[in-house]
């Protein structure tokens, strides 16, 4: 069945030409087929657009008018379709990424680095936040994807885990002796513990760990960045709960020490997620591709 935009293309190209014979040259089609398409788009108009003549066609009044506006749509069309091929090719587009400080300065800065070499011209828009508030961000439309501290449970998303990452505790040279043993959780938690903020989705899961211990923390100091714990833990302010991955160099370098502990806490991830209701787009979708090394 030929639709009412195949209809308007032939009438373009007959426009043009003035002549059947020449449109369906242009059109690859046989000269009554093109005949046919402009009768029946004057039959749906109830307007006749061309009159006939031993040279050709040439345009009525309402024809002229019609191939204005018709010539405009098609031009508009095509331009869209050329935008669409420019997304796939990723020659164009945004990226739009939810992410919290602490994961974008130690996870997420390398594969920007690798994906912005890869698809230059594609627009990077970062948005930051605990991992409350970035899925807030995605279920409002505010960001395509987001990359968080794992576990999330919430059955609207697409989540994926990235990197594997180990929550451990550690000090300054001041506690070097009280610390230059093994202990247990109990015994941690009577020393004046530095933590995140309560809403940080790693300080819940420590936290909660420590409960089903029968352990209860209550932090001595709780901030609003990874950065500011370890620092914390670096001018002896007391024993901090880190990423070990994030927090490497100063170990590597003796700046601070890793508390041994009886029983280590179990690994968490970083993940990325999206909404299953959503679809990715392509550079949403090649950036996700990249996290996971698919």
Avoid at 41 to 54: G, H, K, Y
Avoid at 89 to 104: F, K, P, Q, W
Avoid at 206 to 217: A, D, P, Q, R, T
Wanted: proline share 4%; with cysteine; glycine share 6%.
């Amino acid at each position: 069945m030929v639709s009412k935009l195949d209809l308007y293309r032939v009438f373009c190209i007959v426009g043009k030409n003035n002549s059947f014979s020449g449109a369906a040259k242009e059109l690859f089609m046989t000269q009554p087929a093109v005949s046919q398409s402009i009768m029946q788009l004057e039959r749906e108009l109830d307007t006749r657009l061309f009159n006939r003549t031993p040279k050709g066609v040439t345009l009525t009044n309402e024809g002229s008018l019609l191939l204005e506006y018709v010539n405009s749509a098609i031009n508009l069309i095509e331009i869209g379709e050329e935008k669409i091929a420019e997304f796939k090719n990723l020659t164009t587009g945004e990226l739009r990424i939810g992410v919290g400080d602490t994961i974008s300065k130690y996870f997420l800065l390398p594969q920007l680095e690798a994906f912005r070499a890869r698809y230059p011209n594609i627009k990077l828009k970062i948005e930051n936040g605990t991992t409350e508030e970035l899925i807030s961000f995605l279920k409002s439309g505010e960001v395509d994807i987001v990359v968080c501290n794992l576990p999330v449970t919430d059955p609207t998303l697409n989540v994926t885990s990235c990197m594997d990452i180990h929550d451990t505790f550690v000090y300054g040279d001041k506690y070097r002796k009280l610390l230059a043993r093994t202990i247990g959780f109990e015994e941690l938690a009577k020393l004046p513990l530095i933590f995140l903020e309560p809403s940080s989705n790693s300080r819940k899961y420590v936290e909660e760990h420590f409960l089903s211990k029968g352990v209860k923390i209550s932090p001595e100091f709780e901030l609003g960045s990874h950065d500011l714990v370890v620092e914390f833990a670096r001018m002896n302010m007391g024993i901090a709960c880190v990423t070990r991955e994030f927090t490497e160099d100063y170990l590597e370098r003796g700046v601070l020490h890793e508390v041994q502990l009886a029983e280590q806490i179990p690994h968490r991830s970083i993940g990325v997620c999206s909404l299953k209701s959503v679809p990715l787009s392509p550079a949403s979708t090649r950036f996700w591709e990249l996290l996971v090394g698919e």
